[in-house]
């Protein structure tokens, strides 16, 4: 039933900016903790950034702190996440998740959106 679809990917050169969306679609996500992990080629995938929609608080990677900032909107069940600073070991697909609960483990989220490929270019 839910859905989620991901957009603002692309290719930026090293210290630029992107600024991802992810909107849900099915159902409201009052309730819910939405985020962001990444998976780079070769690597596990990996927490980024998450954000209750009851409460609007926020954890982070340490990897990104400061440099990244995740927001949502209620309304419209969609999440952001501002990067800036970019650098090429962000580089990776970036895959929206929604879940009941907060935590950093993908395993413990329900719902997935499809990716969209970050490439930051030293």
């Known amino acids: 039933q839910v859905q989620l679809v991901e957009s603002g990917g692309g290719s930026v050169q090293a210290g630029g900016s992107l600024r991802l969306s992810c909107s849900a679609s099915g159902r409201t996500f009052g309730s819910y903790v939405m985020g962001w992990f990444r998976q780079a080629p070769g690597k596990e995938r990996e927490f980024v950034s998450a954000i209750s929609f009851s409460t609007g608080i926020t954890g982070y990677a340490d990897s990104v702190k400061g440099r990244f900032t995740i927001s949502r909107d209620n309304a419209k069940n969609t999440v952001y996440l501002q990067m800036n600073s970019l650098k090429p070991e962000d580089t990776a697909v970036y895959y929206c998740?929604?879940?009941?609960?907060?935590?950093?483990?993908?395993?413990?989220?329900?719902?997935w959106g499809q990716g969209t490929q970050v490439t930051v270019s030293p």
């Open positions: 998740t929604a879940g009941a609960t907060a935590t950093t483990d993908y395993s413990g989220y329900d719902y």
